[in-house]
């Protein structure tokens, strides 16, 4: 059984039709690296699989479970978009982090707001993964603080501090050297 099965997908802006007919199935452990011109859409099927877009057509299915049909308005209820992007860990091109809001915070608060995971527990969670990246020792400083590799790196230990069934990263090793996106891969 696929772990992912995406089927026809379609997305349009306007007459601009940025993604057409789009399938692809990955099994559990593999990998699909998705290369292209800039502009060609990548960023967009990202988005389109995380639900920060909606497709106009097509199936997303994880697992073996169907999670979106663009011809089922249930499967697209408000409500069900946060439970829909657990199983997606999501690396942003431009970080995405709250500039407001230390390290620790960043990686504590989808542990808080989506798992209701305990803020001992949250907090207790990101720490691991912070010192898997090697940035525990940044975890008391602001986010607007770090370079971009660094951003970089938290921005990974919070996608994959949920253990979702799927990581989904645009351009993950875009700010990192080659020693930093080798310990992340």
Do not use: W
Request: glycine letters at 8%; hydrophobic letters at 40%; one cysteine or more.
């Amino acid at each position: 059984m696929s772990i992912l099965e995406v089927r026809n997908i379609e997305k349009h802006f306007g007459a601009t039709r940025v993604l057409e007919d789009i399938s692809f199935s990955l099994e559990k452990g593999q990998a699909l690296a998705i290369i292209g011109s800039s502009g060609s859409g990548k960023t967009t099927l990202l988005r389109c699989l995380n639900f920060l877009e909606k497709p106009e057509q097509g199936t997303i299915s994880v697992a073996g479970n169907l999670i979106f049909d663009a011809a089922d308005p249930a499967t697209q209820r408000e409500s069900e978009v946060r439970k829909k992007r657990l199983h997606f860990g999501l690396v942003f091109q431009s970080f995405n982090l709250f500039n407001n809001k230390s390290v620790l915070e960043n990686c504590m608060l989808g542990q808080i707001k989506v798992l209701k995971r305990s803020k001992a527990d949250a907090k207790e969670k990101a720490m691991l993964y912070l010192k898997k990246v090697g940035m525990e020792s940044f975890a008391n400083a602001s986010a607007m603080q770090l370079s971009g590799g660094q951003k970089q790196r938290v921005a990974s230990a919070r996608a994959i501090i949920t253990k979702p069934a799927l990581i989904l990263a645009d351009e993950p090793t875009g700010a990192l050297d080659s020693k930093s996106a080798r310990m992340l891969l």
